[in-house]
C-alpha cells in the first residue's frame, strides 16, 4: 500500500495541541497496550520503529555532533496513516536507538496545519535545517494532491534547529515555496531534497505531468528561504493513462533524491510501489541529469526511501518497510512499519549500483554456526536453524548450477504451510534469481550469496551485494517460528551456510 492510497485509508515548535498529543501519543496509550505490545512477536527486534502506533517514510537522516538522528513520519493517534507528524530517534551507530520527542508537528493554522509530510535535513553553518512538505486541506479546484477523500496543498517549508540534540525547532511562518511552477499541470508537489553545491543550494521536489509520466523539479536558492524555480532536471514517461493514483501509473515521482556516488550521479524516486534507481551524469552547466543505468532499489516491500552521508564519508540508504497484512489487523495490533536496516550504496565499474548492510549490524551477531564441509546438506539445514525468527543467514551456492530453496518456519503444531520465502536459480535465465516469482538481478560475484535478516515478520534479502528484497510475514499466535532454509539441489550446490541469532537492541520491543 502506497503513501497516496493510505489517504484513502485512513513558528517556533515549543509549544501547542499538536505537541501534546504528539507527546502523549509516544508516552501514552490504553491500558495494557505496552504488556501486548512487548509480547508481540511480530514485532523486530533489531530493526527501529517507534514504541507504537504508525510510522511510514524516513525522513531527513542526518549526522550532527557525532550522533545519528533519524526522523520519519509520525501517526500519533493509533496504528494507522493520518496527522503526519516526525518522529525522531537518535543513535551513536545507526544501530542501537533511542526515541526522543516528536520533532515536528502541524501547526494549527499553519501551512502545515493537516500534516508535516516528508522531507530532508542538511546542516547550514551551525545549524540543521529541515525542507519538508506541508500539507493544508483546500477546495479540489485550488488543490495539488485529490485522492477523492482530501484535497490537499502542498507547500514546502523550513524548520531550523541549533539544538544540540534537535529537540527545539523553529518554523518559518509562510512556506518557502508556496505553489508549483505557473502554469504546470501537477500531479503532486513534495518530498523536497536540498544540496550544497558551491556557494548555492540546490533542491529537488517530486512532481509530475498528468498522462504524459513523472519529474522531479529543480530548484536553486542562495540561504534556503528564497528559491528560484529552474526546470526538471529529471523526468520520465508513465502509462499514458489516467487513474486515481498517479503514482500506480508512474505520472508521480515521490520521495526524489540526487547524490554523487563513485564519480558519478545516483537519482532515485518512488513509483509505482517501488524505489527505482538511475545513475548517470549530472551537467553542472544545464543542470540536467543525464540518465545511463537503471534499476530497482529494493523488488519487494520497500518505500520512500532516502540516504544520508555517514562519519566516514559512505552513502547509507534507509527504506519504509510497510505492513502487508490488513488494515483491520495492525490497527488492532497497536503498531504499523518499520525502518529498514541502514544500507550501504556504492557505484559498481559498469554504472551498477552496490547495496549491503552497514558493518555495523555484525556487532549485533551472537556465536556463528556453519555447515560442516561433505555432511548432507539436507541435515545440515535442519540443523542450522535461526530461533524465533531472529537472526541472520548467509547461504552461497556454487557458480553456474541450479537450485530451488525456500526459507520456512516452524510453529508447535509443524512447519508452517506456506513456505516465507522462495529463491530459485536457473542459469539459463542469466544473472538473477527469482524470489517469490520476482526476478532479482544477482550480477557480480563467483555464484549466487543470498544474506538474508530475519526479524520477527521481515526478511531482508541482499543478494550478491547487488540487489534486495525484502518481505513481511505473518502468524497467529504468540511464539514466533523457528527458521531454516530448505534447498533442493544436487550435492555440492550450496557450498556454505551461515547462521548467527541476533541480539535485541531493546529489551521489551518497545524502548531503544
Same mark, same amino acid.
Given at each position: ?48 520503529? *517507534? ?11 542526518? &549526522? ?25 530517534? $537518535? ?74 540534540? =534537535? ?46 509520466? %513523472? ?17 526538471? @532536471? ?10 486515481? /493514483?498517479? $503514482? ?58 532516502? !540516504? ?5 564519508? /559512505? ?28 544500507? @550501504? ?7 551498477? =549500483? ?30 542450522? !536453524? ?22 520456512? %518456519?516452524? =510453529? ?18 542469466? /544473472?538473477? @534469481? ?17 544474506? =538474508? ?15 534486495? &528484497? ?10 514466533? *517460528? ?31
Amino acid at each position: 500500500m502506497n503513501r497516496r492510497e493510505l489517504l484513502k485509508a485512513g513558528m517556533v515548535l515549543a509549544a501547542g495541541p499538536g505537541v501534546a498529543k504528539a507527546l502523549r501519543g509516544l508516552d501514552g496509550g490504553p491500558p495494557g497496550l505496552e504488556t501486548r505490545l512487548a509480547g508481540d512477536p511480530r514485532r523486530p527486534q533489531f530493526h527501529l520503529l *517507534p514504541k507504537r502506533n504508525w510510522m511510514n517514510d524516513p525522513n531527513g537522516p542526518v &549526522y550532527w555532533r557525532g550522533k545519528y538522528h533519524m526522523f520519519f513520519q509520525y501517526n500519533p493517534d493509533g496504528a494507522y496513516w493520518g496527522d503526519m507528524h516526525w518522529g525522531h530517534a $537518535v543513535s551513536p551507530d545507526m544501530v542501537y536507538w533511542k526515541h526522543l520527542p516528536v520533532a515536528l508537528a502541524p501547526t494549527p493554522g499553519g501551512p502545515d496545519a493537516q500534516g508535516c509530510f516528508s522531507g530532508t535535513a542538511v546542516i547550514d553553518g551551525d545549524e540543521v535545517a529541515v525542507l519538508y512538505t506541508g500539507v493544508v486541506s483546500v477546495p479540489e479546484a485550488v488543490a495539488t494532491l485529490r485522492d477523492g477523500v482530501h484535497s490537499f496543498r502542498e507547500t514546502q517549508c523550513l524548520a531550523t534547529s541549533d539544538d544540540p540534540e =534537535l529537540k527545539v525547532w523553529r518554523k518559518r511562518a509562510q512556506p518557502v515555496i508556496a505553489a508549483p511552477p505557473k502554469g504546470m499541470r501537477e500531479t503532486g508537489f513534495r518530498d523536497p531534497s536540498p544540496w550544497r553545491q558551491g556557494d548555492e543550494w540546490y533542491m529537488t521536489v517530486g512532481s509530475g505531468v498528468p498522462r504524459e509520466g %513523472g519529474a522531479v523539479l529543480l530548484y536553486r536558492s542562495k540561504d534556503l528561504k528564497h528559491w528560484e524555480y529552474l526546470h526538471p @532536471v529529471a523526468s520520465g514517461a508513465g502509462e499514458g493513462k489516467g487513474g486515481a /493514483n498517479p $503514482v500506480d501509473t508512474g505520472d508521480m515521482w515521490e520521495c526524489p533524491e540526487l547524490f554523487p556516488l563513485g564519480g558519478k550521479h545516483v537519482l532515485i524516486y518512488s513509483a509505482r510501489g517501488h524505489v527505482h534507481w538511475q545513475s548517470g551524469v549530472l551537467d553542472e552547466r544545464t543542470m540536467l541529469f543525464h540518465a545511463e543505468r537503471y534499476g530497482e532499489l529494493d523488488y519487494g516491500t520497500y518505500y520512500a526511501a532516502k !540516504t544520508q552521508v555517514d562519519a566516514k564519508g /559512505n552513502r547509507i540508504v534507509w527504506g519504509w518497510i510497510n505492513e502487508t497484512r490488513p488494515l483491520a489487523e495492525y490497527k488492532a495490533a497497536g503498531w504499523a512499519g518499520m525502518m529498514s536496516l541502514p544500507r @550501504v550504496l556504492t557505484l559498481r565499474a559498469d554504472g551498477s =549500483l552496490g547495496i549491503a548492510a552497514l558493518g555495523t549490524v555484525r556487532e549485533l551477531r551472537g556465536d556463528e554456526r556453519r555447515l560442516i564441509p561433505g555432511a548432507d546438506a539436507e541435515a545440515e539445514c535442519r540443523r542450522l !536453524t535461526i530461533e524465533a525468527a531472529t537472526g541472520e543467514m548467509v547461504a552461497s551456492f556454487a557458480s553456474g548450477k541450479a537450485f530451488a530453496a525456500e526459507l520456512v %518456519g516452524r =510453529l508447535p503444531s509443524g512447519e508452517m504451510a506456506e513456505p516465507i520465502m522462495t529463491l530459485s536459480y536457473d542459469p539459463a535465465d542469466g /544473472n538473477a @534469481v527469482t524470489v517469490d516469482g520476482v526476478r532479482v538481478p544477482a550480477t557480480g560475484g563467483d555464484g549466487i550469496e543470498a544474506h =538474508l535478516y530475519i526479524d520477527g515478520s521481515v526478511v531482508e534479502l541482499i543478494v550478491n551485494r547487488s540487489a534486495a &528484497y525484502t518481505k513481511r510475514f505473518y502468524y497467529a499466535g504468540n511464539e514466533a *517460528p523457528a527458521v531454516r532454509l530448505r534447498v533442493k539441489a544436487p550435492a555440492g550446490t550450496l557450498r556454505d551456510l551461515r547462521v548467527w541469532p541476533v541480539k535485541p537492541i531493546s529489551a521489551d520491543r518497545l524502548t531503544t
